[in-house]
């Protein structure tokens, strides 16, 4: 996986094509482009986008998040309180943070981005890998196989099953 140095500043301030992270004065590129990896980004997005209003959230994909004065990370898809601020950049943590598994995606890369969200007080962080249609509940740091994620005390979930079904009677059409 390829880095350059660069500032903060100079981050913050450049738009990448595609996006990358930012780790203590490296840019990181993120595995994206691959269709599988794309529709089930836009299918994740798209579940939580549907119930944004009923649930107080606010769901984006692939939003800077400034964990640390020298790391941004970009989730794949960002689920935010409703009441949180919109910023730029966002500085608090979201309440969901999603990662779409690409093909090329490493274990070990991925768990340092976890520790990262959990670091910066994301209470759920969830891996989607598309490829065999799995799921990951990553919130305390271990990888817990979940076909449905839930929190607790609220309406808020996803259902792999019901995801991938609908998206499955999309491609069909």
């Known amino acids: 996986m390829a880095t350059t140095a660069v500032s903060i500043e100079e981050y913050l301030s450049t738009a990448y094509e595609p996006d990358m992270d930012y780790v203590d004065g490296q840019l ?3 595995n994206v482009g691959e269709y599988e990896h794309n529709i089930a980004q836009w299918a994740v997005l798209n579940w939580f986008r549907q119930h944004d209003k009923e649930w107080r ?3 984006v994909q692939e939003q800077r998040t400034r964990l640390t004065p020298s ?3 970009i989730p794949d898809v960002s689920v935010f309180p409703r009441e949180l601020p919109v910023e730029r950049v966002f500085t608090q943590p979201q309440l969901i943070a999603i990662e779409v598994l690409s093909p090329e995606d490493r274990h070990s890369r991925m768990d340092k981005k976890i520790r990262n969200y959990i670091d910066f007080g994301v ?3 969830w891996v989607v890998d598309p490829a065999t249609r799995t799921g990951w509940d990553c919130s305390d740091g271990n990888w817990l196989r979940k076909e449905r994620f ?3 005390g609220s309406p808020i979930y996803l259902s792999l099953t019901e ?3 609908e998206l499955d009677e999309d ?3």
């Open 28 to 30: 990181e590129e993120r």
């Open 57 to 59: 959230t606010r769901s």
């Open 71 to 73: 790391r941004v990370r």
């Open 123 to 125: 209470r759920h962080v």
């Open 150 to 152: 839930e929190l607790a």
């Open 163 to 165: 995801l991938f079904a």
């Open 171 to 173: 491609e069909a059409n």
